[in-house]
């Protein structure tokens, strides 16, 4: 009797054990960051686009919480990039847009999980060093390149990328072949199976170059678009390729056996375009640039089967919210964030709906604001001298009827929130919330990366390629020229 009692207080003990093992597993789930670059709000299968089939994501969002109501950090890409590591409105970190650096001063999501004890990786589109132009593989000896940031490896490229890109392996350039969607979830497919047998969790962030401008599809994958012009069928033909990546991840997620507990979020950096047919914002005001709708609202999918029950939530969420999510799940200290933080954690989402949020969204972007409550949004293209708008997002998603009129106290309140918030923005961007009380280094300049000197070696070689012949002829065209203008300024002898 007692043998037998002694083996069921062993069992007891090992089952205690084994719980709380798998509860410790369960608190730090692997997290995957996927992101489109300038896919809009209605091009998705679940949207019921009319022409484009998303058969993977819709699976994705048919498994996970989708977003009914999801915005970017920003209208355009750099921006939404800096919010998403970061939790703050882009101004606050520097970026004011395309081609900004994001400060050495942030603190990001990426260096917050290394420290507790993550392995991260990063994989495609940066677009937070400082350079204009079509993507280039990032030097090695970048100041902020992704490995500045938190990342302990990564294959990217400077701005958008499309077919057979050259990137970036950690420094070292490397020709890749097939479409771009497909070469960055390859990629992160080979850091997930490296990494997931040690023990260690894994951060992975997938950001495409895809469906940005030029559009180049893999004929495949244009050919349902053929009566399409010919710049929405290569568009639609990529977000095809972008379509069947994401179900190559989900796939290496099940063939590893991580799926469960795999915390797995998809969304766009902006809205969608408007020179591209059929619509690409499922009839929402505003494009890309905008702070209407249509230029920030974009598709939100988080799939996390250990710690979400699917449904769709019309619960207002942010890429700024990602960070606060995260720590809270996984316990990151609050010195792991730069404060304020614009975003909120979603976690009690995932369990149940939530009635009201709490804190507002606010946008900027150059002139343009934007503040986002539960039902109501206030907006204005000019902040200086621009006309302020209100709108009932929840009865008027369109933004069709101005309230601003008929609803004077609260259109007066919530422009006060917007001018407290916009006060906040401008302290960060001065280097108020640094120790140091100020930005230090200095912003880097806006360049054009084939100023930079470490690329000089490369420049005739690509002249050649398709993605740089164009801006590389320009470049020389314009040396020429200030040359020419210089030789003429020479006195006469």
């Known amino acids: ?56 994501l819709d699976a994705m969002a048919a498994n996970g919480l989708r977003f009914e109501r999801f915005y970017a950090g920003g209208p355009v890409c750099s921006p939404t990039r800096a919010s998403m590591l970061t939790g703050r409105s882009h101004d606050r970190a520097g970026v004011l847009s ?79 072949t097939g479409d771009s969607s497909e070469i960055a979830v390859a990629e992160a497919s080979k850091f997930l199976t490296k990494h997931s047998g040690t023990g260690k969790p894994m951060f992975a962030v997938i950001w495409y170059g895809t469906p940005h401008s030029p559009f180049k599809a893999l004929d495949d994958d244009k050919a349902a678009f053929g009566e399409l012009n010919e710049a929405s069928a290569n568009h639609y033909g990529e977000l095809v390729a972008l379509d069947r990546s994401v179900g190559s991840l989900r796939a290496k997620l099940r063939q590893l056996n991580i799926d469960k507990n795999t915390l797995l979020v998809f969304c766009s950096d902006n809205g969608g375009l408007p020179e591209i047919k059929p619509d690409t914002v499922g009839g929402l005001r505003g494009n890309k640039g905008s702070v209407f709708e249509g230029g920030i609202r974009v598709p939100g999918i988080i799939e996390w089967p250990a710690g979400i029950s699917p449904r769709v939530t019309t619960y207002p969420a942010c890429v700024m919210d990602l960070f606060p999510t995260i720590a809270d799940i996984v316990g990151l200290g609050e010195s792991t964030m730069i404060k304020p933080i614009d975003g909120v954690s979603l976690r009690p989402l995932f369990a149940k709906e939530i009635a009201l949020r709490q804190s507002p969204i606010g946008f900027r972007y150059a002139a343009k604001r934007a503040l986002i409550d539960d039902q109501y949004k206030i907006l204005t293209d000019n902040m200086n001298r621009g006309k302020f708008e209100l709108y009932d997002i929840t009865q008027d998603p369109n933004e069709t009827n101005d309230l601003s009129s008929e609803s004077p106290d609260l259109f007066s309140k919530m422009k006060q929130q917007l001018l407290a918030w916009d006060a906040t923005v401008d302290a960060s961007f001065q280097g108020k919330d640094y120790p140091e ?41 314009a040396d020429q020229n200030a040359g020419d203008k210089k030789q003429r300024k020479q006195p006469l002898k």
Not at 40 to 54: A, F, I
């Open 1 to 56: 009797m007692q043998s037998i009692s002694r083996i069921l207080l062993f069992c007891l003990i090992v089952a205690f054990c084994n719980s709380h093992s798998i509860a410790a597993k369960a608190s730090k789930p692997n997290i995957i960051f996927v992101m489109a670059d300038d896919m809009g709000w209605g091009q998705t299968g679940y949207r019921n686009h009319p022409v484009l089939k998303t058969p993977n």
């Open 98 to 176: 395309h081609g900004y650096a994001l400060r050495s001063q942030e603190k990001t999501i990426a260096q917050a999980l290394q420290d507790a004890g993550y392995v991260t990786g990063h994989f495609g589109k940066w677009h937070l060093n400082g350079h204009r132009g079509p993507g280039v593989p990032i030097l090695a000896d970048d100041p902020y390149a992704p490995g500045k940031f938190g990342f302990d490896e990564w294959v990217s490229v400077s701005n958008f990328y499309d077919l057979n890109p050259i990137m970036s392996r950690s420094g070292k350039f490397e020709e890749m």
């Open 437 to 477: 009380g100020k930005v230090t280094p200095p912003d880097p300049p806006s360049i054009d990366w084939f100023t930079v000197p470490g690329y000089k070696p490369f420049l005739e070689i690509w002249k050649q390629r398709e993605e740089y012949k164009n801006q590389l002829k320009k470049a020389t065209t």
